[in-house]
């Protein structure tokens, strides 16, 4: 497996805005989706938003209107920009990447990146 590495995260005040990454030196035949996942203490890790290769988007309710993915297949990134951020929006953000390299098809996970939103 590659690995994921997330960046961005920090302390942000409500209504606030950051700008997540995540990126891998890896080298892949086909990264096909990309998404992000975030686990807020004792709660189940939930699935924020996802890409497919062709760009096509997927949100939870909770963010949609506010939070934006998008990917830049060139290098190898993905990114996640999230605007009017809540309280209950602090979590630690995961990326996944489902790829097939060497032929086998894998799925990886970035090691997190805190995201703290509070006055």
């Known amino acids: 497996q590659v690995q994921l590495v997330e960046s961005g995260g920090g302390l942000v005040q409500p209504g606030g805005s950051l700008r997540l990454s995540c990126a891998s030196s890896?080298?892949?035949?086909?990264?096909?989706?990309m998404g992000w996942y975030r686990q807020a203490p004792g709660k189940q890790r939930e699935l924020v938003a996802t890409i497919t290769e062709r760009g096509i988007t997927n949100y939870a309710d909770s963010v949609k209107g506010r939070f934006t993915i998008s990917r830049d297949n060139a290098k190898n990134t993905v990114y996640l920009q999230m605007n009017s951020l809540k309280p209950e929006d602090t979590a630690v953000y995961l990326c996944?990447?489902?790829?097939?390299?060497?032929?086998?098809?894998?799925?990886?996970w970035g090691q997190g990146t805190q995201v703290t939103v509070s006055s």
């Open positions: 996944n990447w489902d790829y097939i390299r060497l032929g086998v098809a894998l799925t990886s």
């Open positions: 890896g080298s892949f035949s086909v990264i096909n989706t």
